[in-house]
Every structure is written in structure tokens, then in C-alpha cells.
């Protein structure tokens, strides 16, 4: 018998913010599904060790989304040590919440808009060329239910996250007749280092089940159910999908949970 294709036979990934949480569940995902991956992020150590565990089929270079000679090395990597780029998820991100709007400091500000919004921008120019080169493919941009409705305490995040909708929709209006689809990702609340971090006071387990007890799944996400969303935006399985936005927020979008009307 033959062995199993994987849904991403033949392809080349550039990943983003992927030493840990979504990225690293993508990357891992990624190769599992037959891609060869280049990934980035700032946190080295933990990079690394995610590379070595992929061994050939994963390599790992440190990527600051808002330097764009970070980008034009990433994509020459990808490139040079694979031969072609065919996908690009731009996952990296940093979350900033329970500040009121004039309480925001510019600097805070422009520091989410920086990595969350010109990182992405960054990434799609540095990329789309190659991916030109490649004959088309698939670029996946991470975006959040934030980008889609407000929550109190984002000013930053919430603007930098609608900004990654709307440039979608422009890139992909660009690029359609070249092959290329654009399509954007928007998790809700999924548990990873990111919305756990120490300086917030931490979140753990009893926190979670009382904070997403509204939700209408009633649980918060795991990173590995937003990587097989990004998977099928990235395989061929999504030929016909460009410009749009893709939920994985466990039904928070779908509007308010009665409590008394509740199976």
C-alpha cells in the first residue's frame, strides 16, 4: 500500500510568531501534513527547540515582524533552503487589554499597531513576490473576533485587528488573477501563553471555566483547532475561498447565551 498524502505535499510555509501557542501548533500541523516550514519568532530558545524537535523538515530563523530585513531574510530562507514559497501564515502577535482608551499611553499604542498590524503588512509585501515566483498559493493572516466586533480595554488590539480584516480584503482584490488567496483567521478566546501571561495576574483553570461559561460551546480553544483552520485555508482544499474572514471563536460572535434557554 502507499503511503497517505498530506494535504500539504509539495508546499513551503513561512510562519510567524510560531516558538510557541498557534504558531508552533501551525508549524507542527504544517509538517505533519507534508509541508517543509520555515518559521520565525523573537523568542530564540524556544524556536530552537521546536526546530530541532522537526528535525529537516522545519528551520527555524529569528523574526521581528516590524524589522522588514527580518522578513527579506526569512523569505530568502525559504527560498533558498526549500526552493519556493507557496504559503504564508503571519500568526505573530501581542495582546494588550483592561486599558481604557484614554489611559493608553501612544507608545503602548503604537507598539500593538507595530507588531500586530505592520508585521502583517510587512510580511505580505516581503512574501508575495516569492510566492509571484511560485505560480500563486496561500496567505493566511491571523486577526481575532476583535477585528470583527470591540471589547472594552483594546483600544490598540481591537484597531490592529480590524486593520489585518481590512488589509486582507485588499490583497486579495490585488492578487486573485495571480493565483494568490488571502483570507483572514479570527480566534476568540484559545488558551495559550499569550492570554495567560504573568503581568495580567495569570489564568487558570477555574478562571476559564467561569470566563467562557457564556460561550455558547461553553469552553475556551485550544491553539491545535485554530492550526486546522489555517491548514485548510492553506491547502488546495480552499482553492475557491479569497477576501473572507474565518471564525474560531466557539460560537462568541453568534450573539448572547440565555442561561435559562440552554440545553
Known amino acids: 500500500m502507499g503511503e497517505t498524502m498530506g494535504r500539504l505535499d509539495g508546499k513551503v510555509a513561512l510562519v510567524s510568531g510560531a516558538a510557541r501557542g498557534q504558531g508552533e501548533a501551525e508549524v507542527r500541523l504544517f509538517v505533519q501534513e507534508g509541508a517543509k516550514v520555515v518559521f520565525g519568532d523573537v523568542l530564540d ?17 529569528h523574526l521581528d515582524v516590524r524589522r522588514e530585513e527580518d522578513w527579506t531574510a526569512a523569505v530568502a530562507e525559504a527560498e533558498s533552503r526549500f526552493g519556493k514559497l507557496d504559503v504564508l501564515v503571519n500568526n505573530a502577535g501581542v495582546l494588550s487589554m483592561g486599558v481604557l482608551t484614554h489611559d493608553t499611553s501612544l507608545e503602548d499604542y503604537m507598539r500593538v499597531i507595530e507588531i500586530n498590524q505592520v508585521g502583517v503588512f510587512l510580511g505580505m509585501r ?29 483600544i490598540a488590539y481591537t484597531a490592529s485587528k480590524f486593520a489585518v480584516r ?24 484559545i488558551d495559550t501563553p499569550m492570554t495567560r501571561p504573568d503581568d495580567l495576574g495569570g489564568f487558570t483553570d477555574e478562571d476559564q471555566a467561569a470566563a467562557y461559561e457564556m460561550v455558547p460551546l461553553a469552553r475556551v480553544g485550544q491553539a491545535d483547532e485554530v492550526a486546522k483552520l489555517a491548514l485548510f485555508l492553506a491547502s488546495d482544499e480552499s482553492s475557491y475561498c479569497t477576501g473572507a474572514e474565518y471564525l474560531v471563536d466557539g460560537g462568541m460572535l453568534a450573539g448572547a447565551v ?5 440545553a
Request: proline content about 4%; hydrophobic content about 40%; cysteine-free.
Open 258 to 262: 440565555n442561561p435559562y434557554a440552554r
Open 45 to 61: 530558545d524556544l524556536g530552537e527547540v521546536v526546530a530541532k524537535d522537526l528535525a529537516a523538515a522545519a528551520h527555524y530563523v
Open 126 to 154: 516581503t512574501a508575495i513576490p516569492a510566492l509571484l515566483r511560485a505560480g500563486g498559493g496561500s496567505i493566511v493572516n491571523t486577526s481575532s473576533t476583535n477585528g470583527i466586533a470591540g471589547y472594552g480595554g483594546t
Open 166 to 189: 481590512g488589509m486582507t480584503k485588499n490583497a486579495a482584490l490585488e492578487y486573485g488573477k495571480a493565483g494568490i488567496r488571502v483570507n483572514s483567521v479570527h480566534p476568540g478566546a
